[in-house]
C-alpha cells in the first residue's frame, strides 16, 4: 500500500482525465504530476486517498521519446498551460483516446471508432482572446527569487499559479496570443504602476484594477482593451485612452468593465466605450461577427471554423433541412451552415447573445434564420414544434457542464434524422448520449483541437435515428 512520502522508481503509462497522468503500482492508482507516458522516474507520494494517489517527479531517470522542450520560462508554475513539455503528435493522440474512453467508460458505447484529432495550423500565437489577473499578492517564480533582485511583491498583473486563485504571476512573455497581447500587457503594466494605481487585493475586497482582457481580431486585425476596474475614473480613462492611441495605433478600441462586486469576474454591472466603437469583429468563413467585451466567441478562429466545417459535413445537410440549433450562442453555427439548409432555428439562454445573433445573421445577409431567447427546458415544449417545425437535424453545443437530462430526452423524443453534438467535455457529452443509445446510433466522432499545450479538446459526434 502507497503511504504519503513513500518515493518509488516506476515508469509512467498513459495519459489521463484533465491532463493528467499514470501509472499502477500493485493495482493501486497513481496519478503522476507532470508526467509523460514513458517516463522512468523516482516519485514521491504527495497525496494518498482511497482509491488513488497523488505523485510529483522527484527526479526523471529516463525522460519519455514523447518529450519536448517547453517554448516558455514560466512553464510548471503557471496554470496556462500543461502540455508544452509533450511533443504535439502524442498530445493529439491523448485527446483522441479521452473522447473514445470517455465514450466507451462513461457512455457505454462499444466499437466506437474516434477519428485522429483535427491539429491546429497554429501551436503557438492561436488565441484570439486572453484575461489577465491583476494581484495585490505576486507569486514569485523560484528563478525571481534565485535573481536576488528587489521585486514589488504588491503588484501583479498575469495568471494566477494553479490551484491558487489568490496568488498571480507576474507574466512578461506568453506564447498563446497573438505578439500584440504580450506588447500591451508588458507596456500597460508599466504605464498603470507609474500612474500609481492600486491592484486589486482579492483578501480585502479593495484597490482599483481587476482584469486585463484584450481580444484581437485574427481575420481583421481588430484589437480592443477591455480593463477591468472596480469603479469608474473618468480622468484615468482619459488617461489611459490618450496613452494607447499614441503608443498603440493597433489598438481599435478601448473600453472600461466596472465590477464593484467581491466576485474575481471580469465582467460587471457597466462597461463604458472610452473610443473606438466597444466591440471588434472576426471572420469565420465567409461570415463577419462582432464581438462585444463580454461575448463568448471561440478562442482559436481558425479551428473553430474546422469545428463548424465538421459539424457541417457530418450533420450531411440537404437544401430542405429544417435545423435546430441549440445553445446557439450568438449565432456562430447557424449562419455558418443556414446556405447549405432550409431553415436554422437557433435557440438560446442568454438574451444578449440572441440579440448578437439576429444582429450577425442581419450583417451577412441571412434571412432563413430564427433566433429564439430561453432556457430549453422551457421553450422546448410540443407548442414550439408545432411552431417552428419539427427539425429533420439537431445540433446542439452546450457548456461544459452539457444538458439536462428532460433537454436530452426532449431530442429523443423529437427523433431528428440526424443528430450532431458538439462538446468541449466529452465525459458530458458521453453522459448526455448514454441516454439516447436505444434511440440512436453513432456514425462518426471526430476530435478537434482548439487549444494545443492544454487538455482541452472538442469532440463532435454525429448519430442517425435507429
Not at 482525465?17 to 501509472?23: I, P, V, Y
Not at 467508460?105 to 486572453?130: A, C, I, Q, W
Not at 456562430?332 to 432555428?345: D, W
Not at 453534438?421 to 482548439?450: F, G, H, M
Amino acid at each position: 500500500m502507497l503511504k504519503k512520502g513513500a518515493e518509488l522508481e516506476l515508469i509512467v503509462e498513459k495519459f489521463a482525465d484533465r491532463g493528467k497522468s499514470l501509472t499502477r503500482v500493485d493495482g493501486y492508482v497513481l496519478f503522476v504530476e507532470g508526467g509523460v507516458p514513458g517516463d522512468r522516474a523516482r516519485v514521491r507520494v504527495i497525496k494518498r486517498k482511497k482509491n488513488y494517489a497523488e505523485g510529483r517527479i522527484v527526479e526523471l531517470l529516463e525522460p519519455s521519446p514523447l518529450r519536448t522542450e517547453p517554448r516558455c520560462r514560466y512553464f510548471g508554475i503557471c496554470g496556462g498551460c500543461k502540455w508544452q513539455h509533450v511533443r504535439y503528435e502524442a498530445q493529439l493522440e491523448a485527446k483522441r483516446q479521452s473522447v473514445y474512453e470517455a465514450l466507451v467508460h462513461h457512455g457505454g458505447f462499444e466499437d466506437v471508432e474516434v477519428r485522429p484529432t483535427l491539429p491546429s495550423p497554429r501551436l503557438y500565437g492561436y488565441r484570439n482572446k486572453m484575461e489577465f489577473s491583476f494581484s495585490a499578492d505576486r507569486w514569485l517564480t523560484p528563478d525571481e527569487i534565485a535573481s536576488g533582485r528587489p521585486l514589488d511583491r504588491h503588484f501583479a498583473v498575469g495568471l494566477h499559479v494553479p490551484g491558487n486563485f489568490y496568488k498571480v504571476i507576474d507574466l512578461e512573455e506568453c506564447h498563446l496570443p497573438e505578439p500584440i497581447t504580450v506588447r500591451l500587457l508588458n507596456e500597460l503594466r508599466a504605464f498603470c504602476k507609474a500612474k500609481g494605481w492600486e491592484p486589486w487585493d482579492i483578501r480585502r475586497h479593495e484597490g482599483y484594477l481587476r482584469h486585463l482582457v484584450i481580444r484581437t481580431g485574427t481575420r481583421t486585425g481588430e484589437v480592443m482593451v477591455n480593463l477591468v476596474t472596480s469603479r469608474y475614473d473618468e480622468a484615468r480613462m482619459a488617461e489611459l485612452g490618450t496613452f494607447l492611441q499614441e503608443q498603440f495605433p493597433e489598438v481599435t478600441t478601448l473600453v472600461n468593465t466596472i465590477n464593484s462586486r467581491p466576485a474575481q469576474v471580469s465582467y460587471g454591472e457597466a462597461t463604458y466605450t472610452i473610443f473606438g466603437p466597444g466591440v471588434i469583429h472576426d471572420c469565420i468563413g465567409p461570415f463577419r461577427f462582432e464581438i462585444a467585451p463580454d461575448a463568448f466567441f471561440q478562442t482559436n478562429t481558425e479551428q473553430a471554423e474546422r469545428l463548424y466545417e465538421v459539424a457541417r459535413e457530418l450533420a450531411a445537410l440537404r437544401p430542405d433541412d429544417l435545423v435546430y440549433d441549440l445553445y446557439c450562442g450568438t449565432g456562430t453555427i447557424s449562419i455558418f451552415i443556414a446556405p447549405h439548409v432550409r431553415h436554422v432555428v437557433g435557440v438560446e439562454l442568454v438574451a444578449s447573445a440572441v440579440e448578437n445573433a439576429r444582429a450577425n445573421a442581419a450583417a451577412n445577409g441571412i434571412t432563413n434564420c430564427t433566433f429564439v431567447a430561453g432556457d430549453l427546458l422551457e421553450v422546448l415544449t410540443p407548442a414550439f414544434v408545432r411552431t417552428h417545425g419539427r427539425p429533420d437535424v439537431v445540433i446542439v453545443d452546450p457548456p461544459r457542464a452539457g444538458m439536462h437530462p428532460k433537454v436530452v430526452r426532449r431530442i429523443g423524443q423529437l427523433r431528428p434524422e440526424r443528430f450532431v453534438y458538439v462538446s468541449c467535455n466529452p465525459q458530458t457529452q458521453a453522459r448526455d448520449l448514454k441516454l439516447l443509445r436505444d434511440l440512436y446510433r453513432i456514425e462518426a466522432v471526430q476530435p478537434v483541437d482548439l487549444f494545443p499545450h492544454t487538455d482541452h479538446v472538442e469532440s463532435v459526434v454525429a448519430l442517425r435515428a435507429r
